[in-house]
């Protein structure tokens, strides 16, 4: 089987509470959103018009909430009826849900973990395949975060390969949940991406969690990407290639300019391996300490796209400007102290030199 992706480059999940302060944005910064059709579906007046302006503009894919694809009850074939709609309506290029269950004769409002069984693999995966053949297109299910495995028969990644295998469908590969899942529940992150599916990604998910203590995170997107799970966005790049990556952020929404740097870090990332593709020597340098440092500090203040300054960016003049005095500041101070290593280098060191010369010869050579 050979998949396209079914959209390009780094997203960012569209909320109502987004909808003004993102109004400017292009699709060169974003380049595709998602959307929960649950929130969406029948809205219209002022929300049913901003999404139809981001439809048009965007290219979309969906995000379900209350599927329930592990549920004891039947399919809510209404809801479904309804996303079929939808994606028709707002030309979505991709329907994801949770490998998880959420209702049972009523909504828990919450993801509650299948059981990793045989029973729970035919039972899910049969359901896939009806909704699937429904729609009449491949869905995706993301792997979810939990935080407790009852009555488990295996692994949560030879539970979530069987799934996809038994109902062929795709996956939404969400690495932050990996990440929380690894440190709650003892495993090394890296293999459980290694034992993946590349072939079946649709696209990814990357989000900030909540760190309630060192051995238990909490998946909240109510916070910024932390390094270890950039890193292993990193290698999920290298191994797979870069495919879609968008950020969810549901909670503590920071101002526009903020979610932007993280969408700009995803096209960072995915750049560096764009370069590899086309054989950029200089994308395979590991930058410095003080490289990394000083284009954090730029990106975050000055919120321009990752790769570049664009004087045209609309962010610079919502730049405060005690802030952009703040950057150029920094940067005057690092080039004077490149000048002063540079006169070091220039004059004293031959001056040192032509003192040391003598002792040097008569020490030269062996003895
Ligand atoms: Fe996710």
């Given at each position: 089987?050979?998949?396209?992706?079914?959209?390009?480059?780094?997203?960012?999940?569209?909320?109502?509470?987004?909808?003004?302060?993102?109004?400017?944005?292009?699709?060169?910064?974003?380049?595709?959103?998602?959307?929960?059709?649950?929130?969406?579906?029948?809205?219209?007046?002022?929300?049913?018009?901003?999404?139809?302006?981001?439809?048009?503009?965007?290219?979309?894919?969906?995000?379900?909430?209350?599927?329930?694809?592990?549920?004891?009850?039947?399919?809510?074939?209404?809801?479904?009826?309804?996303?079929?709609?939808?994606?028709?309506?707002?030309?979505?290029?991709?329907?994801?849900?949770?490998?998880?269950?959420?209702?049972?004769?009523?909504?828990?409002?919450?993801?509650?973990?299948?059981?990793?069984?045989?029973e729970a693999i035919d039972y899910v995966a049969e359901r896939i395949i009806q909704i699937q053949?429904?729609?009449?297109?491949?869905?995706?299910?993301?792997?979810?975060?939990?935080?407790?495995?009852?009555?488990?028969?295996?692994?949560?990644?030879?539970?979530?390969?069987?799934?996809?295998?038994?109902?062929?469908?795709?996956?939404?590969?969400?690495?932050?949940?990996?990440?929380?899942?690894?440190?709650?529940?003892?495993?090394?992150?890296?293999?459980?991406?290694?034992?993946?599916?590349?072939?079946?990604?649709?696209?990814?998910?990357?989000?900030?969690?909540?760190?309630?203590?060192?051995?238990?995170?909490?998946?909240?997107?109510?916070?910024?990407?932390?390094?270890?799970?950039?890193?292993?966005?990193?290698?999920?790049?290298?191994?797979?290639?870069?495919?879609?990556?968008?950020?969810?952020?549901?909670?503590?929404?920071?101002?526009?300019?903020?979610?932007?740097?993280?969408?700009?870090?995803?096209?960072?990332?995915?750049?560096?391996?764009?370069?590899?593709?086309?054989?950029?020597?200089?994308?395979?340098?590991?930058?410095?300490?003080?490289?990394?440092?000083?284009?954090?500090?730029?990106?975050?203040?000055?919120?321009?796209?990752?790769?570049?300054?664009?004087?045209?960016?609309?962010?610079?003049?919502?730049?405060?400007?005690?802030?952009?005095?703040?950057?150029?500041?920094?940067?005057?101070?690092?080039?004077?102290?490149?000048?002063?290593?540079?006169?070091?280098?220039?004059?004293?060191?031959?001056?040192?030199?032509?003192?040391?010369?003598?002792?040097?010869?008569?020490n030269d050579g062996p003895q």
């Amino acid at each position: 089987m050979v998949y396209q992706y079914p959209v390009q480059g780094a997203g960012l999940g569209l909320r109502r509470s987004l909808c003004g302060p993102l109004s400017s944005v292009s699709p060169e910064q974003v380049q595709f959103m998602e959307v929960a059709p649950e929130n969406w579906i029948n809205v219209g007046g002022r929300y049913g018009a901003a999404l139809r302006s981001y439809t048009e503009k965007f290219p979309f894919v969906m995000h379900g909430l209350s599927l329930s694809i592990g549920s004891p009850s039947g399919l809510d074939w209404d809801l479904l009826r309804s996303i079929k709609t939808f994606i028709a309506e707002h030309s979505i290029r991709c329907y994801s849900e949770h490998l998880s269950y959420c209702s049972d004769s009523g909504h828990l409002y919450d993801l509650m973990p299948i059981p990793f069984t045989e029973e729970a693999i035919d039972y899910v995966a049969e359901r896939i395949i009806q909704i699937q053949d429904f729609l009449g297109q491949r869905i995706a299910m993301e792997n979810v975060s939990y935080y407790a495995a009852p009555q488990q028969e295996m692994s949560e990644i030879e539970f979530l390969n069987a799934v996809l295998n038994k109902a062929d469908c795709n996956l939404l590969l969400d690495v932050n949940n990996i990440f929380v899942n690894s440190i709650n529940h003892r495993y090394d992150p890296y293999d459980f991406l290694k034992a993946l599916p590349g072939e079946r990604i649709a696209y990814g998910h990357i989000a900030g969690h909540f760190e309630e203590a060192e051995d238990l995170r909490v998946d909240t997107h109510g916070a910024d990407v932390i390094d270890p799970v950039w890193q292993l966005l990193d290698a999920a790049y290298a191994q797979f290639g870069v495919f879609p990556t968008l950020l969810e952020r549901d909670f503590n929404i920071p101002p526009v300019d903020e979610l932007l740097m993280e969408v700009d870090q995803i096209r960072g990332y995915q750049r560096k391996y764009d370069k590899i593709e086309q054989g950029d020597p200089q994308s395979l340098r590991k930058p410095t300490q003080l490289e990394k440092v000083l284009e954090k500090n730029f990106r975050l203040r000055l919120s321009l796209p990752f790769n570049g300054l664009s004087l045209s960016s609309p962010h610079i003049s919502e730049t405060p400007k005690p802030i952009r005095r703040l950057k150029v500041s920094k940067i005057a101070v690092w080039k004077s102290i490149e000048a002063y290593f540079l006169i070091i280098s220039k004059l004293l060191l031959p001056m040192a030199s032509q003192s040391l010369s003598p002792s040097l010869t008569q020490n030269d050579g062996p003895q």
